[in-house]
């Protein structure tokens, strides 16, 4: 480097967007102590320069061509995503609401040794308790480290890095999200007056429906700022979205990237604009009836589970999806995941929930990702905005 430096925040922030875990200082550079502070925040490390680098490899011009064809080959394996060994692991995530989604997800996070201590609270009793012991009896197996314990007190949360709220009535056929409102809104109001004086300083993971509202109505009861308080939808969405364009595609899930944005219900936004298949737009693939039913299958993903269960709805994919926030948070995974977060001016939207392209760190939301929309798709995401606005208003 011929030139210093000053290294502000910026640098560390373009890191991680960058996926990688470290920055490169050279001699002479100046780190600012916002820079470091937001490192040590998004778990990016400082390693002194000039750091050696292999020799690049040289391809000739028909050995690319031909790795480029076998891409788009049906032979092609996409790459498994790279996990960061180095992420942080939470000391404490309680899971509030012992059903499908909350047992399953502790299930999750117990096997995937994301923290030292897991909480179960719910108000059937013994429920809770029950799951944790059979969730504890799993460890003689699994050897996992973390230690899960059940309560019906909401109390409990303290000390919680994490609070993950899957309580709540669910739906049963022919009822719509929007239906359950009331019921949940009383829900959120009590778990959220007891997480402000246990639980001041946790992230807060919000799965009851109707998501957005619910997600809304969290930062309000808590006063926590915005970047603490985030909904699971926009994961769980798009993982429909990819599964349904990787079936009518024939290819596997890995080689689809895709987000769906928006409310989490019949005002979603699956974004086709920007949506590739093996890295090609979606009209290489599939026709124009046939990603209208892409969109459609994502949109009503939810009601098709509730459909054939008769009572209850979908518990796998939402615990899956908290997973990914989770890895996101705590480090493990890099780049922009679709929550639901309190919009103030991005996308030209203030004052509703909606699920946007964002990225995580350890202390919750920290950028906002504004993408390229096509006009159809900002349209419909400003009638995501104002069906909600209208149903707060009603409620």
């Keep these: 480097m011929s030139k ?21 200082v050279f001699p002479g550079d100046i780190v600012t102590a916002v820079a470091k502070e937001t490192a040590a925040r998004i778990n990016i490390e400082f390693h002194d320069g000039p750091i050696e680098k292999p020799a ?15 891409r788009r080959a049906p032979k092609w394996i996409a790459p498994k995503a790279v996990v960061n060994t180095r992420a942080q692991r939470f000391s404490k995530i309680s899971i509030i609401g012992s059903g499908g989604v909350g047992t399953n997800l502790a299930h999750l996070a117990a ?25 504890n009896h799993c460890s003689g197996i699994t050897n996992t480290a973390a230690r899960v314990t059940g309560s019906e007190n909401l109390e409990d949360v303290s000390g919680s890095h994490v609070v993950v709220v899957t309580a709540g009535r669910a739906r049963t056929p022919g009822m719509t999200r929007t239906d359950l409102v009331n019921t949940n809104k009383r829900v959120i109001r009590q778990v959220g007056n007891v997480l402000k004086t246990q639980a001041p300083d946790a992230i807060v993971i919000v799965v009851t429906n109707p998501l957005d509202d619910m997600t809304l109505e969290m930062v309000r009861c808590t006063g926590f700022d915005r970047n603490k308080v985030i909904g699971m939808a926009g994961t769980l969405d798009s993982s429909r979205f990819r599964h349904a364009l990787a079936k009518a ?11 769906a944005l928006g409310n989490h219900g019949d ?14 737009s979606l009209e290489s693939y599939l026709n124009e009836e046939a990603i209208a039913a892409c969109v459609d299958d994502a949109i009503t993903g939810g009601g098709q589970v509730v459909a054939l269960k008769k009572s209850g ?7 899956h999806a908290v997973i990914e926030l989770l890895d996101h948070i705590r480090g493990a995974k890099a780049g ?10 991005e996308y030209g939207i203030n004052g509703v929930v909606l699920g946007v392209p964002t990225h995580l760190g350890i202390n919750g939301v920290i950028e906002i990702e504004e993408l390229d ?19 707060l208003a009603a409620s």
């Design 336 to 345: 922009s995941i679709p929550v639901s977060v309190l919009l103030n001016g």
């Design 249 to 259: 595609a024939g290819v596997s899930v890995a080689d689809v990237s895709a987000v």
């Design 373 to 391: 929309l096509s006009n159809t798709e900002v349209e419909a995401l400003l009638k995501a905005a104002a069906a909600i606005q209208a149903r």
């Design 111 to 135: 096997n995937h040794h994301l923290a030292a201590e897991i909480t179960l609270i719910d108000i059937v009793p013994g429920l809770a308790a029950a799951n944790a012991l059979d969730l």
């Design 56 to 70: 690049p490899l040289r391809t000739d011009g028909n050995t690319a061509t031909r790795r480029a064809l076998y």
């Design 4 to 24: 210093s430096r000053v290294i502000g925040s910026e640098f560390v922030e373009q890191t991680r967007a960058r996926g990688l875990n470290f920055l490169e």
């Design 267 to 280: 005002d979603m936004v699956p974004v086709t604009s920007t949506a590739t298949v093996r890295g090609r």
């Design 313 to 319: 709805s979908a518990v796998f994919a939402p615990a």
